[in-house]
């Protein structure tokens, strides 16, 4: 850089390198005066926050269930989990069917999972795989039985088992996301003991309405004892506009759910065939309309409509 004396008006070239960051004085070795030294250097840029909001400390739990079978729980419960990880936040699926799909479905082989958790045979660490980017699976599968037997032959606070169990994990997530089986069973209970808010993907066909309302009484009878948990979230699936029947059922539950309704998920050949890749809809097929109706689900979950677009 050039710096000129403005006594003797000489210049200067200087290595800026050299200048000490502190320096504010200089002295001209031609007159010997000092003068004052501004030299602008750049501005380090300062890092980028990541482009999102993280919850206050304690993770968001939400129960995606229903008795009813294949309305779409465990895709709901997979692309919702891989939809706000993609967002930035950090997120734990927990799968409580003994089907134990989750892992298969988002390809990875678990070591271990929740049955070793609630056994306390292994630590969280131990019992947790990581499937992606800010993604955790806490896997079901057959073992889950023997947890089902451990709740039955307790006296009391059986359905305090799971929450037992995940209490350390409320400090570690945004969000927590469960995964649970059809049926109502000592672990959908225990699943509805432990989250607070509850989403439930109804197939959009008259069967699942009657077992909507089924469901509902079922959960009303544990509001009573947990009045915390909230039905936040109702989630259409299997939309098919080609069925006149869809959009009836769908403004009547629009009628009774309001806000509570979320964008339909629609019929989409991608969401099955993802699975079998062990992908999330977001990797098989981002351009599907799968993948945009499940990130307009993370976008509404997580209350912010500039995610993921
Ligand atoms: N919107 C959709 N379009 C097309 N296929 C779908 C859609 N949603 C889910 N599927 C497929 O339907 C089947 C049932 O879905 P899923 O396993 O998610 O249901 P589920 O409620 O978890 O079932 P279960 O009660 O047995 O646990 C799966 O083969 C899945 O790939
Ligand atoms: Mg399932």
Redo the contacts with the bound molecule.
């Keep these: 850089m050039l710096v000129i004396c403005p006594h003797c008006k000489k210049n200067h070239s200087i290595d800026e390198k050299k200048i000490p960051a502190n320096a504010k004085k200089a002295r001209c070795t031609s007159c010997g005066q000092s003068f004052a030294l501004d030299i602008k250097r750049p501005v380090k840029e300062e890092k980028k926050e990541k482009p999102v909001q993280k919850s206050d400390g304690v993770a968001r739990k939400i129960g ?1 269930s ?1 008795s ?11 692309n919702l989990s891989a939809g706000l990880a993609l967002a930035g936040f950090k997120v734990l699926l927990v799968d409580t ?1 003994t ?1 134990g ?1 989750d892992s298969f ?1 988002l390809g990875v082989k678990p070591k271990a999972g929740l049955t070793e958790l609630v056994t306390g045979e292994l630590s969280l660490k131990e019992c947790l795989t990581k499937a992606r980017e800010n993604l955790w699976l806490l896997a079901g599968g057959k073992a889950l039985a023997g947890i089902k037997r451990m709740i039955d032959r307790k006296d009391y606070g059986g359905e305090m088992t799971i929450s037992e169990a995940l209490t350390p994990v409320d400090k570690l997530f945004d969000f927590v996301i469960v ?5 109502w069973d000592p672990l959908t209970v225990n699943v509805l003991f432990y989250v607070n808010e509850l989403m439930i ?1 109804v ?1 959009l066909e008259i069967m699942s309405l009657q077992g909507l309302s089924e469901f509902l009484r079922s959960i009303s009878s544990i509001q009573k004892y947990r009045p915390e948990l909230g039905l936040k979230y109702i989630v259409p ?3 098919d506009k080609r069925v006149k029947k869809t959009s009836r059922i769908l403004h009547k539950i629009g009628k009774i759910y309001g806000e509570r309704l979320c964008h339909p ?11 079998a890749y062990g992908k999330s809809i977001y990797e098989y097929a981002p351009g599907c309309n ?1 993948a945009h ?1 499940y990130r307009e689900l993370v976008r509404k979950v997580a209350n912010n409509p500039k995610l993921l677009s």
């Design positions: 995606v229903l009813k079978g294949g309305v779409g729980k465990s895709t709901t419960a997979i069917d089907q799909q479905m995964d649970t089986s059809p049926g993907p197939a699936t299997f939309e998920i629609r019929y989409n050949v991608r969401l099955s065939e993802a699975p799968g109706d």
